[in-house]
Structures are given as structure tokens and as C-alpha cells.
């Protein structure tokens, strides 16, 4: 399956965005949907995982309460709002996609970067 996430920028903290990641492929095939993020100089860490086919969510400590994850089985999408952002949400967000053959998250998109200025 082939990811292409979109939707990130510069803005202040307090602000919103919404990411999105458009799935093409074999879609009929994802288990599950996943946002991770690499801020600057640490590693990657997992934001917000959705399966595709219940919509049973799960959030990093972090962002639970601020950003919320869905999914468009529909249009094979899946988007990430963020609210209340603050600076240490900074970083490349990457989507990704775990597969229904196992072996967790594969197939990954390009990254969009989120900076987040105080």
C-alpha cells in the first residue's frame, strides 16, 4: 500500500491542524492505521494508532486529550486533528499503515513537518 500524508505547517501553540494520509494500493488489506512523529534530534515515537475496520483508537500519553485520529474507509484515508498544540509537538509527522498479514507497520508515507512556534 502506498501512503502520501499531507496537511502540516508552521503555527502557534494553542493552535490546530489536521494531517491527512490517503492509502492507495492494496487498501482492502490494512489492519491498521498509525501516526508517529520524529521531533528533532530524538527518535521516532507512535502518536495515535486506529483499526481500520472497528475504529478502536489509542493515543500517546503526550497528545491524549488533544489530538484525535479517524479514518474514511470510504475514501481510504485517515487524518490526525491536533489541537492545543504546543512547541514540543514539533517534528515530521509520518503515517503508516500495519497490514492484515502481520508484521506491524510497514508501508509508510513521505512525512509532513509540523512546527509548532511559541
Known amino acids: 500500500v502506498q501512503l502520501q500524508a499531507s496537511g502540516g505547517g508552521l503555527v502557534q501553540a494553542g493552535s490546530s491542524l489536521r494531517l491527512s494520509c490517503a492509502a492507495s494500493?492494496?487498501?482492502?488489506?490494512?489492519?491498521?492505521m498509525g501516526w508517529f512523529r520524529r521531533a528533532p534530534g530524538k527518535e521516532r515515537e507512535l502518536v495515535a494508532t486506529?483499526?481500520?475496520?472497528?475504529?478502536?483508537?489509542m493515543y500517546a500519553r503526550p497528545v491524549k486529550g488533544r489530538f484525535t485520529i479517524s479514518r474514511d474507509n470510504a475514501k481510504n484515508t485517515a487524518s490526525l486533528q491536533m489541537n492545543s498544540l504546543k512547541p514540543e509537538d514539533t517534528a515530521v509527522y509520518y503515517c503508516?499503515?500495519?497490514?492484515?498479514?502481520?508484521?506491524?507497520?510497514?508501508?509508510w508515507g513521505q512525512g509532513t513537518l509540523v512546527t509548532v512556534s511559541s
Open positions: 494500493g492494496r487498501t482492502s488489506s490494512i489492519d491498521a
Open positions: 503508516a499503515a500495519q497490514m492484515n498479514d502481520g508484521g506491524g507497520y510497514k508501508s
Open positions: 486506529i483499526t481500520w475496520d472497528e475504529g478502536f483508537t
